[in-house]
């Protein structure tokens, strides 16, 4: 068992891999562009190799090949496993291009290159990496979701937590979303300023599919806490909030890329421009900077209350990553766009004053 567990990261990602290849995909046009000044482009069929997976998962779990609790029961093993995966792709991505001038601690950490591809971007490292993590993170919420009702359906064995199987829900949501909407984000911070180190590649193959699910991991053997109904309703409530405002921002920002006079959710888009660069200032970018990172931060706050175990520290863990990666984040991006924007970035930030929280921050 302690063998399979570990190998169990590397096998998944083998066989999401062979489906990502196989099933058929569209080639879709980036933001970002290679040295000749092309815009590259990206191979996208996320959501058919989700759903393929996941139908997989059902199937060896019904033939008793693969039980559906696997990757709960091996989970902690599973973690080894995708921590070596993780290590060795880092290492493996960073030697093989040149060094950036920096030591090659930071280039290991973050990278060296932006834009890794293979065969002219049949497969490209960025959407590999986040279709992956996605997939595997999704099966660990099955698996999750599975020991939840193993243990709590069988008479007497007490009651099944319907908070429980809401954050499961939550985090199913944001797997198949991400996937649904693939092509917007190949417009956001991660393609275009981001490169292939350690941070983005054990990043998605180790810490997304697995520590975006530790408030599972902590609360799938406990029984229903009882929490209100109404107070589970509110933390779904509060859910869709902090999607609304992420994907809302995300897809404002890409129809004002791609078709920047189409109004989005009846938003006519406004912008200041210096000529040659245009920003917007309206809707949900008007409200702060980095709005997104705000819906992403309170997601992640309402699945850790879905799971009603409000006392299990580790069930902060989720939301207490997102804030410090969005303050770090926040502040790159904010250098990348002054270097980038110059004066307009000054007159931009003059009229979006706050960074993540509107009012606030």
């Known amino acids: 068992m302690i063998a399979l567990g570990l190998l169990t990261p590397l096998i998944a990602y083998a066989v999401i891999t062979l489906l990502a290849v196989v099933i058929p995909s569209r080639r879709r046009p980036g933001y970002v562009t290679n040295a000749a000044g092309q815009v590259l482009t990206y191979r996208t069929n996320g959501k058919w190799v989700l759903a393929a997976s996941v139908i997989l998962w059902f199937v060896l779990g019904l033939t008793h090949l693969v039980p559906f609790t696997w990757l709960y029961d091996t989970r902690w093993w599973g973690l080894i496993g995708a921590v070596v995966v993780g290590l060795v792709f880092s290492f493996v991505v960073v030697v093989r291009h040149p060094s950036t001038g920096k030591g090659f601690l930071a280039d290991l950490w973050f990278g060296r290159a932006k834009d890794v591809q293979l065969r002219d971007g049949f497969l490209d490292a960025k959407v590999w990496l986040y279709l992956v993590g996605a997939v595997l993170l ?20 007490g009651s099944v937590n319907p908070g429980f199987l809401l954050a499961c829900a939550m985090l199913t949501w944001f797997c198949c979303e991400y996937l649904i909407f693939e092509r917007v984000h190949l417009w956001t911070y991660d393609f275009i300023a981001e490169r292939v180190g350690f941070k983005l590649g054990f990043g998605c193959l180790a810490f997304y599919p697995y520590f975006y699910a530790v408030a599972l991991w902590f609360t799938a053997a406990l029984p229903d806490p009882g929490v209100p109904v109404w107070a589970t309703v509110l933390f779904g409530v509060l859910f869709l909030g902090g999607w609304v405002l ?6 404002q920002k890409f129809f004002f890329k791609t078709r920047p006079d189409r109004r989005f959710l009846r938003i006519a888009p406004q912008s200041i421009s210096d000529g040659t660069h245009s920003l917007l200032v309206n809707g949900f970018w008007g409200g702060s900077r980095h709005i997104n ?35 770090g984040r926040q502040a790159d991006d904010d250098k990348v766009c002054r270097a980038k924007y110059g004066a307009l970035w000054d007159e931009y930030t003059a009229k979006v004053k706050y960074k993540i929280v509107p009012g606030v921050y």
């Open 246 to 251: 992420t994907r809302g921002a995300n897809m």
């Open 138 to 157: 999704q099966l660990n919420v099955l698996s999750c979701a599975a020991e939840q009702l193993a243990t709590f359906s069988g008479a007497g064995a």
């Open 293 to 327: 990172y705000l819906g992403e931060i309170i997601q992640a706050v309402a699945i850790a209350l879905a799971t009603g175990y409000f006392g299990v520290w580790e069930i902060w863990l989720y939301p207490l990553y997102y804030v410090a990666l969005f303050l």
